[in-house]
């Protein structure tokens, strides 16, 4: 009798990490489909960082992504080109110097699903991702809200398993300052190229005076 394959084995045994405790899991419940050894210690083991610390996925979705892209994203210079094959990148179609449309390209690609379905679940978080995904589908609707998010998630794998960068959530109450900052702060260049100034009204409303 064989003894079972098991993926993470077959990445690589060299360039294991030693390996941390790991923070408490988020997404405590079992998934269908899950394998039987630990999958996250496994990943930090080979990797040296723990891509669950990104919300939006559990170790399972994790290491399918691995699956679909590698453990060396040294083929995507930075982290555009990534987003690009991804097809998860506007596509700007440009003619005469005026933008026609830049709607993203369609993609059959099993990695930009997993990253579909991340942004999904992000949605329904009280994140930062998870209040632009909302933010956005309120706008835009919910299409554009999953692959904008999408894009965002594939960013972060990219920076976290390229770079070694390590994800901090800010928080839902933290994108929501900045996007009202931001608001307000063109709300201003506008009053200003018109003669007019933005002030803070009694009660915390902006006017126009």
């Not at 083991?45 to 699956?67: F, N, Y």
């Not at 994140?127 to 960013?155: D, S």
Request: proline share 4%; aromatic share 8%.
């Amino acid at each position: 009798m064989t003894a079972s394959w098991n993926p993470i084995t077959a990445l690589t045994d060299k360039g294991a990490k030693p390996i941390r405790k790991l923070s408490r899991p988020r997404v405590k419940t079992k998934q269908v489909n899950t394998p039987s050894f630990d999958v996250r210690t496994a990943l930090y083991g080979v990797l040296g960082i723990d891509l669950t610390e990104i919300h939006g996925w559990g170790p399972s979705l994790a290491l399918k992504l691995i699956g679909e892209c590698g453990t060396d994203l040294k083929a995507w210079p930075t982290a555009k080109h990534f987003t690009s094959w991804l097809c998860l990148a506007p596509s700007n179609k440009i003619s005469g110097g005026k933008l026609l449309s830049s709607r993203t390209r369609r993609s059959s690609s099993r990695a930009a699903a997993l990253l579909r379905l991340a942004a999904t679940t992000v949605g329904r978080s009280d994140t930062a991702l998870g209040a632009f995904y909302r933010r956005l589908a309120l706008r835009a609707g919910k299409a554009k809200a999953v692959t904008a998010t999408a894009r965002k998630i594939a960013v972060l794998f990219y920076n976290t398993l390229r770079h070694g960068m390590t994800y901090k959530d800010p928080g839902a109450d933290h994108y929501e300052e900045q996007y009202r900052s931001r608001v307000v702060a063109n709300l201003r260049r506008r009053a200003k190229s018109l003669g007019f100034v933005l002030q803070v009204a009694p009660g915390g409303q902006l006017a126009v005076s």
